[in-house]
């Protein structure tokens, strides 16, 4: 090599951990290095699960079985899935689609199940941004989130799409505050 490119230079952040924050512990499953580093930063476990790639061929059901498994062992597990903003980057519609119905056939819907059959629980599905496909970047704006379980009321929203996030009254310009109201609903 006759360059060197020096990137990523700085300090680590110090943050405050999670289990200080909030009295809870968590895990967390990613194939994304930034949060992997997130996720150390707020002193969570990381569960590593082969065939996660963070790409649309990730192994969702692999992803599934590993939170389940680890239900017993946290408070809280963050189950990270890159492929469907994969997807919207590269302007791919159909591949965004299979990768939300793999989300919710392989991930949700199994994770719902174990949870109510724990009793109470509760649970928060949501993206970390919008990245419309037409045009291939994340955007600002409103991201639909959907929470389920012990003391969660329901809205009038009838459908989970950024629509429904922006009419329907309850919202949270913050991401940390959506954990709030996640956490004590």
């Not at 999670?18 to 990613?30: P, S, Y």
């Not at 496909?133 to 329901?154: M, N, Q």
Request: charged fraction near 20%; aromatic fraction near 8%; proline fraction near 5%.
């Amino acid at each position: 090599a006759t360059n060197v490119w020096l990137w990523g230079l700085g300090r680590t952040p110090s943050l405050t951990s999670f289990h200080e924050l909030h009295g809870k512990t968590g895990k967390m499953i990613t194939a994304v290095d930034l949060l992997r580093g997130l996720a150390a930063l707020i002193g969570w476990d990381r569960i590593e699960v082969p065939g996660a790639t963070g790409y649309t061929d990730t192994d969702y059901a692999a992803k599934g079985r590993y939170a389940i498994d680890a239900l017993d062992s946290t408070d809280i597990i963050c189950v990270h899935v890159e492929a469907t903003d994969e997807a919207s980057h590269e302007g791919d519609a159909a591949a965004k689609i299979a990768a939300l119905e793999a989300i919710d056939e392989k991930i949700v819907a199994p994770l719902h199940a174990a949870l109510r059959a724990r009793g109470d629980y509760r649970i928060l599905v949501s993206p970390d941004h919008p990245t419309p496909i037409h045009l291939k970047t994340h955007s600002h704006g409103f991201v639909p989130f959907a929470i389920a379980g012990a003391g969660v009321s329901p809205d009038s929203s009838q459908t989970y799409d950024e629509a429904a996030a922006a009419s329907s009254g309850l919202s949270f310009p913050e991401g940390w505050q959506l954990m709030n109201y996640f956490l004590k609903v």
